[in-house]
């Protein structure tokens, strides 16, 4: 059975960081682009970034480039993403989301962050 779960979201101030994680199981996890989605409240799916099954390659929203930074440890299985310099825009359930030929293959339920003072 597939699972994606993710953790580390939270609280925080504006200006402020955290880093998220996704652990994954039930599939070969170094085989798979892996990216991360956020929603915020009332809109819509908003891509944040992806990398590929290696960590080799790495890409970004524009306004996330240069605050955000994905990466993954194949052998723990685990998906990161570190936000720094953290806005109010950034307030949204942030999920982990495996990649099968570039498209959404299966999604963790969540984990929110909420950026506010």
């Known amino acids: 059975e597939v699972q994606l779960v993710e953790s580390g979201g939270g609280l925080v101030q504006p200006g402020g960081s955290l880093r998220l994680a996704c652990k994954a199981s039930?599939?070969?996890?170094?085989?798979?682009?892996m990216s991360w989605v956020r929603q915020a409240p009332g809109k819509g799916l908003e891509w944040v970034s992806t990398?590929?099954?290696?960590?080799?390659?790495?890409y970004y929203a524009e306004s996330m480039k240069g605050r955000f930074t994905i990466s993954r440890d194949n052998a723990k299985n685990t998906l990161f993403l570190q936000m720094n310099s953290l806005t109010s825009d950034a307030t949204a359930v942030y999920y982990c989301?495996?990649?099968?030929?570039?498209?959404?293959?299966?999604w963790g339920q969540g984990t929110q962050v909420t950026v506010s003072s």
């Open positions: 989301v495996k990649v099968v030929h570039g498209d959404s293959d299966f």
């Open positions: 039930g599939f070969t996890f170094d085989d798979y682009p």
């Open positions: 990398i590929t099954w290696n960590g080799g390659n790495t």
